[in-house]
């Protein structure tokens, strides 16, 4: 599996309750990817904070703030007949 060259970006939303961290708001909004795997996105340092800076797991929730981050894609198999 590879990394994206670009990183992808989302902003944290202004929230009546907000998240502790922006681990929880990150398994929240894409439930699909897994709370594991952000986890070890965050430890591999390929999530960062609007500055540019790799987060921690305790790293709180800051609405309007964005974060970037860089997908894990599969790599492109290449086939001839």
């Known amino acids: 599996m590879g990394i994206s060259q670009q990183p992808s970006r989302v902003t944290m939303p202004r929230i009546e309750k907000p998240h502790p961290s922006i681990l929880d708001f990150l398994d929240q909004r894409f439930p699909r990817v897994g709370r594991d795997i952000w986890r070890q996105r965050i430890l591999d340092a390929k999530v960062l904070d609007d500055a540019g800076d790799p987060i921690d797991l305790q790293s709180p929730y800051a609405a309007q ?17």
Do not use: C, N, P
């Open 65 to 81: 703030k964005r974060i970037f981050y860089f997908r894990e894609m599969t790599q492109a198999v290449s086939y001839t007949h």
